[in-house]
T-cell receptor, first 113, second 114 residues
Framework: LAKTTQPISMDSYEGQEVNITCSHN???????ITWYQQFPSQGPRFIIQ???TKVTNEVASLFIPADRKSSTLSLPRVSLSDTAVYYC??????????????FGTGTLLAVQP | DSGVTQTPKHLITATGQRVTLRCSPR?????VYWYQQSLDQGLQFLIQ???????AKGNILERFSAQQFPDLHSELNLSSLELGDSALYFC?????????????FGPGTRLTVL
């Protein structure tokens, strides 16, 4: 059973705000939500992480509703260089046997001029 | 530049052969992760080391093995290579190895098995 579900792809235009939603219905109490970005033939790059409500950094915002069963990555005013695959991960913070990052299929965001 | 280095960048070899991929983590990071990314399987976690000890295992084949050395660099050994092992292999590192740690990924090694 997949831990997260995201749209396979999204299209946008330069200058628009893009919201990518991730569903994680079975999120556990101590799970954190993390988003990574990956450009073709490059390793993923951390974007943002949160536990509840809203988190904002210089790159993006992450909105998490009270029930935490979904989260939305918001990219303000995208540019062509934001074209990439975006992965949503849900993981507990602890180590041991559960300490594995599971990357789903991700969302391919295509930004057009 | 994430600070994680991987060598070689590209590797072309034949079926049945054995190769070694090398990873140097960011300065100060104690944990190293290996991932495989192929077109049909996506990004798959293979194995994690923390300060020289194996911490977590993913879908790593028995033909594959890894280790982390005292200087914290890591090597991934792939043996009896098959065509299906052709993929991008990424190494990542993090400070202590918690799931909530930010993982910093290297540029990857592209392995082609002919």
């Amino acid at each position: 059973l997949a831990k997260t579900t995201q749209p396979i792809s999204m299209d946008s235009y330069e200058g628009q705000e893009v919201n990518i939603t991730c569903s994680h219905n079975n999120i556990a109490t101590n799970d954190y939500i993390t988003w990574y970005q990956q450009f073709p033939s490059q390793g993923p790059r951390f974007i943002i992480q949160g536990y509840k409500t809203k988190v904002t950094n210089e790159v993006a915002s992450l909105f998490i509703p009270a029930d935490r069963k979904s989260s939305t990555l918001s990219l303000p005013r995208v540019s062509l260089s934001d074209t990439a695959v975006y992965y949503c991960l849900v993981e507990p913070p602890g180590g041991g046997a559960t300490n594995k990052l599971i990357f789903g299929t991700g969302t391919l965001l295509a930004v057009q001029p | 530049d994430s600070g994680v280095t991987q060598t070689p960048k590209h590797l072309i070899t034949a079926t049945g052969q054995r190769v070694t991929l090398r990873c140097s983590p960011r300065s100060g990071d104690l944990s190293v992760y290996w991932y495989q990314q192929s077109l049909d399987q996506g990004l798959q976690f293979l194995i994690q080391y923390y300060n020289g000890e194996e911490r977590a295992k993913g879908n790593i084949l028995e033909r594959f093995s890894a280790q982390q050395f005292p200087d914290l660099h890591s090597e991934l050994n792939l043996s009896s290579l098959e065509l299906g092992d052709s993929a991008l292999y990424f190494c990542a590192s993090s400070v202590v190895g918690l799931s909530t740690d930010t993982q910093y990924f290297g540029p990857g090694t592209r392995l082609t098995v002919l």
